[in-house]
Each structure stands twice: as C-alpha cells, then as structure tokens.
C-alpha cells in the first residue's frame, strides 16, 4: 500500500507532537508523539514494532537495501508472490533502506537515534557493539533513548551469543515439553508464540522504560530473551519440581487434576469445548445435566475430587453432549451460565457477530489485493484507543521523506549512499 503523502518532520529528541510525524496526519493512541527506529527483522522485534505503532508510535523500519525483512518473502504467500503476512507485521510503519554493515549505514542509523526515542533491534549480542552502536555509546549520543534488545538467550550468560529462534525457546522455556499428546513426541503451536511473547514482553519493557525516564530523564536497555518470554508463561512448573518432585507432562487437550475441561462430541459432529472446573460452575453444569446430586458426591463436590476423576468425569460429560446438536448445546450452556464454545477457524471468526459487533477483524485497502483484513488492536484503551492505519510498506518506500525530511539529505547526496550501496 503505498501513501506519497509527506510532512514536515522536525528533528529534535525526546517526545514529538502530532505535527511531527513523517506522514502528515495526526496520530492516534497514548504513545503518538513517540519515534521508534526499528531494525528487528522476522517475527520477535517487528512484533514488538507492530505493537508500539498500533498505539500510536512513529515506527521507521529499517531494512536491508538488497531484500529487505525476510518477513516479506517468509509465511504464506499469494501466487502472484504476494505476502500475506507482511501487511500485519509491518504495519502501521515506515520503511527505510540502510545498509548497517557499511560505515555509512552505520552513520545513518546514528543520526536517526539522535532524535529517536526507542531502537528495537534483535541481532545477536555484539552486533550492534562492533558497530560502535552499543547502548553505551547511544547514551553519550542520546541519554534518553531506549535501547530495545530481542534475542533468543538474553544479552549475556553462557548461550547469549548461540543464534535462537522461537522454537528454540519454546522447546528451552519448557512450553514444547507440555504441548502435545502424552504418547506422542513433543509438538508445537501452529504460529510462532516465543518469538510472539519475546515481542510482547519487549514492548511492555519498553513502555515500562518510557514511564521510568519521565521520572530519572534517562533512557535504558530492555533485554527481552524468548526462553525467558516462555518460561514467564510456565506457571509453577518449577517449585513443583523443587518441592515435590512431581514433573508436569503432556496431556493433551486437558490440564493435569482441570476437571471438567475438556471439548466434548455432540449429535452433529461438532466438538464443543466446556469449561466448568470451578465448583460454583460445575454445580450449574450437573444441574444442567440433571444431576445436581453430584455437587456433594465425594467424586466430583470438589476442585481436587474432579481433578482425581478426571477420565470418569469426561466420559459423563460426553455421554451427555453426544445427545445434543451443537447449536442447542452451546445455548443451554450459556443461559446456564457455564463457559463453552466452538473451536473456532478462520470462516468461523469471519461468520461469528461477536467479532463483528466489537470489530475484532479490521480491514484496509491494498492497492493490489483489495480489501485486507487483519485481527485488530488489542487491547483497547477508551480514551486512546490504538488503530490500524496502513498496512506494511513497500521496500524503501519512505527513503526520501525520512532521509530528506529529517536527517536533511538532499537528492544528491541520496543518490550518493545509494550507489554505495548504504540505502
């Protein structure tokens, strides 16, 4: 999708107003004014990108000169070569060419970071250092920036320099052990969630560093590691190890001594999933199914009782779902107030009227697609709320309004780096 349209950047550091922007329009969201110099590339640092620019972050892209983020030729494509995951992760972006293994590159990304308030950045650790980028040095040139660092083992430790990917990390922060069926070798997730999570807790480590310069005025590294992003996530996998000796295994669609909640078969081949392990919800449940006897059976009365029953209690539930269509099901269900649902795909979100009542799937214009739609911005602020404003952009699409509007390069010099190969 491309946009010609240009303002008036004026290059100063620490916060921006709205009429600062590169594109020329007010920004919308609690972080608008905020400039985000990205340099991330795949999934963990563009995440962490996307999700500062959907509230309202100027986000400039950095990208290589030659083939730009992998991200635009990585995950499903069109057959005409168009990417379909490239318009979400890169949205609400700019995009510039620069070349950070050539000094002039390097010189380029320095002045940027002068009038920048964060850098995102998910090379291996070092990188940026042999560079004479390191957040040392970015502290002399600007004490207020904040360095945003995504990798898959932390910046220091025994294994901060080995290359790491999501499934890595996932498989190090204990989630692949646990995700699967219990006869079977570990699984995964169908969508990257380490490189995901590591991009979450970065953006809300940076926004937390933001917070802490408005009280100290100084800047500070964010160190985001994927393992560490899946082992937050773990619960209490460790102290039931350390205490007890007891090690969490898979259990395919239920979690360990969680009864009922499982997804259960009804009359039309649906899959239903229930979720009635609270006592005050299962007492619903069993006087739903006509057996309110079972809220003080010593099987099932309480949390611990169910969890010892789970396989017995399953096959009651089920017993009882088979017997009924999905749709009644899921309305007796809710009237009853206990908490169930389909397992959704794609058509089914697109179908479904809760998503459209709160817009929960946005759509935009691709100047080759068309209407494109994507999950909207989560969460949801009432006073500021976040936005999607543009989907990704074109290689190098911004060079000249950003390297000629606010670094102040004109055509010549432009034309200069570019010969270099630097943008």
Same mark, same amino acid.
């Given at each position: ?14 916060? =921006?107003?709205?009429?600062? =922007? ?48 992998? &991200? ?34 390097? $010189? ?11 850098? #995102? ?10 560079? /004479?980028?390191?957040? !040392? ?14 990798? +898959? ?10 290359? /790491?990917?999501?499934?890595?990390? $996932? ?9 699967? $069926? ?21 953006? @809300? ?24 992003? *899946?082992?937050?996530? &773990? ?22 001594? #969680? ?9 039309? +081949?649906?899959? #239903? ?20 006897? %079972? ?8 949390? !611990? ?9 399953? $096959?009651? *539930?089920?017993? %009882?779902? =088979? ?5 009644? @099901? ?5 009237? /009853? ?24 799937? *946005?759509?935009? &214009? ?21 936005? #999607? ?12 309004? *950003?390297?000629?509007? @606010?670094?102040?390069?004109?055509? =010549? ?11």
């Amino acid at each position: 999708m491309t946009d010609d349209t240009h303002g008036t950047i004026h290059e100063h550091a620490g916060g =921006r107003t709205d009429d600062d =922007r590169t594109d020329g329009r007010s920004a919308r969201g609690p972080l608008a004014g905020l400039r985000v110099i990205e340099t991330g590339s795949l999934i963990a640092g563009p995440f962490c990108g996307q999700l500062l620019g959907d509230f309202g972050a100027e986000v400039i892209k950095v990208e290589d000169p030659g083939s730009g983020d992998p &991200m635009r030729q990585w995950g499903s494509h069109l057959p005409q070569g168009l990417s379909l995951s490239w318009p979400i992760i890169a949205r609400n972006k700019r995009s510039i060419t620069c070349n950070l293994r050539r000094p002039e590159g390097q $010189e380029l990304l320095r002045r940027l970071l002068a009038s920048a308030d964060v850098l #995102v950045e998910n090379f291996r650790p070092g990188t940026l250092e042999r560079w /004479g980028l390191g957040p !040392a040095e970015l502290a002399e040139l600007n004490p207020r920036l904040v360095v945003t660092r995504i990798t +898959g083992y932390g910046q220091d430790g025994p294994y901060a320099k080995r290359a /790491g990917f999501g499934s890595v990390g $996932e498989a190090m922060g204990g989630l692949r052990y646990l995700t699967g $069926e219990p006869d079977r070798a570990p699984s995964r997730t169908g969508i990257s969630l380490g490189d995901s999570l590591a991009g979450t807790f970065a953006a @809300l480590g940076t926004v937390m560093a933001l917070f802490a310069r408005e009280h100290t005025g100084r800047g500070q590294v964010v160190d985001s590691a994927i393992y560490e992003a *899946v082992l937050a996530l &773990m619960e209490s996998v460790l102290p039931e190890w350390e205490l007890t000796k007891s090690r969490r295994e898979r259990t395919g669609s239920t979690l360990p001594g #969680v009864a009922p909640s499982n997804v259960y078969p009804t009359l039309d +081949g649906s899959a #239903v999933l229930i979720a009635a392990n609270r006592d005050t919800v299962f007492n619903r449940l069993a006087e739903l199914m006509g057996h309110p006897e %079972w809220q003080t059976d010593e099987r099932y009365g309480t949390h !611990a009782a169910r969890g010892r029953n789970m396989a017995e209690l399953d $096959e009651l *539930v089920a017993a %009882w779902t =088979r017997e009924q269509d999905a749709e009644a @099901l899921l309305d007796r269900l809710h009237e /009853g107030g206990v908490p169930a649902g389909l397992i959704y795909t794609a058509e089914d979100m697109f179908t479904d009227p809760h998503f459209e009542a709160r817009e929960a799937i *946005v759509r935009l &214009m691709h100047d080759k697609l068309g209407s494109f739609p994507m999950q909207n911005v989560a969460p949801r602020l009432s006073r500021t709320p976040g936005a #999607v404003r543009e989907l990704g952009p074109e290689l190098g699409q911004h060079n000249d309004v *950003v390297y000629g509007e @606010l670094l102040g390069l004109d055509a =010549r010099e432009r034309a200069r780096l570019a010969a270099l190969g630097a943008i």
